[in-house]
């Protein structure tokens, strides 16, 4: 069994001239690895930087997996790929125009009963996790970045999407200016997304996610959280048991800093 897809116009044509025309060319690919191998679920998972000697084309990230699954409603017992979920997920942000990874190819494939996954994103050049990018942020640019933030997790919110594990990791920012006479734009990126629920958003989903954040989120004071908060739930259009929510978590905010 092989299946294989390139998301990114005339980018098969890319690789063919750089020798990644099929599945087991890129399974091959000798990168050096991001960080060490994951191994777990039985399996194995990993990340390495796509060199593409023409310059003025973006990096990629190849991620690589082997038996690497987890189980599911349809597949209750060998389960999938954890990449299959996030490709599903990444297509999901992009058809609600939620920000996340540029996705460029996924193939998967069952060989000497090892069943392995490929996926391959646009690197997110200029992005800097969330905490760096605070590290660096003035005032103005934290503002600003805090109302693109608490947009984007409603906007996901909106249409029944769980992270689960927002954390500095998952979400990377960057800033961008093309004159001097212009404002700065805040551009926000959520990623790590193979753990996504969709399911419609309950008052105790938007608990737990917005709990998370709160919890492993540790650049932002608590004034910080208490802007995002507010941002958040004066968002429109309004739902039901959102100032029970809000008051919930600000209970939890002023719990956490008194630790």
């Not at 996340?100 to 690197?123: F, P, V, W």
């Not at 960057?174 to 404002?183: D, N, W």
């Not at 990623?191 to 737990?208: A, G, N, T, Y």
């Not at 309004?238 to 600000?250: E, K, Q, Y």
């Amino acid at each position: 069994m092989l299946f294989e897809q390139f998301y990114i116009k005339n980018l098969r044509q890319l690789f063919d001239n750089e020798g990644f025309n099929n599945f087991e060319s890129l399974w091959s690919y000798s990168g050096k690895w991001v960080e060490p191998i994951n191994e777990r679920r039985g399996g194995w998972s990993g990340v390495c930087r796509l060199e593409i000697p023409d310059t003025s084309v973006p990096h990629f990230f190849l991620k690589r997996q082997e038996n690497h699954n987890t189980k599911s409603f349809r597949h209750p017992f060998k389960g999938i790929p954890t990449y299959r979920r996030e490709v599903n997920n990444i297509l999901r942000f992009k058809k609600y125009n939620i920000a996340t990874l540029d996705l460029a190819y996924y193939g998967e494939r069952k060989h000497q009963n090892k069943h392995q996954a490929i996926l391959i994103s646009r690197a997110l050049e200029d992005f800097e996790p969330l905490e760096e990018w605070i590290a660096k942020a003035n005032e103005s640019q934290l503002n600003e970045m805090l109302k693109k933030l608490a947009h984007t997790i409603r906007h996901m919110h909106s249409h029944g999407l769980m992270h689960m594990y927002l954390n500095s990791s998952s979400i990377f920012v960057r800033k961008t200016k093309k004159s001097l006479l212009e404002r700065s734009i805040i551009d926000i990126r959520i990623i790590d997304l193979e753990s996504v629920r969709i399911q419609p958003i309950s008052m105790k989903r938007r608990f737990k996610d917005l709990r998370y954040m709160l919890e492993h989120i540790h650049a932002l004071s608590h004034q910080n959280f208490v802007y995002f908060l507010e941002l958040y739930f004066n968002s429109k259009p309004n739902f039901f048991g959102a100032d029970t929510l809000h008051s919930r978590l600000s209970t939890h905010l002023d719990r956490l800093a008194r630790k």
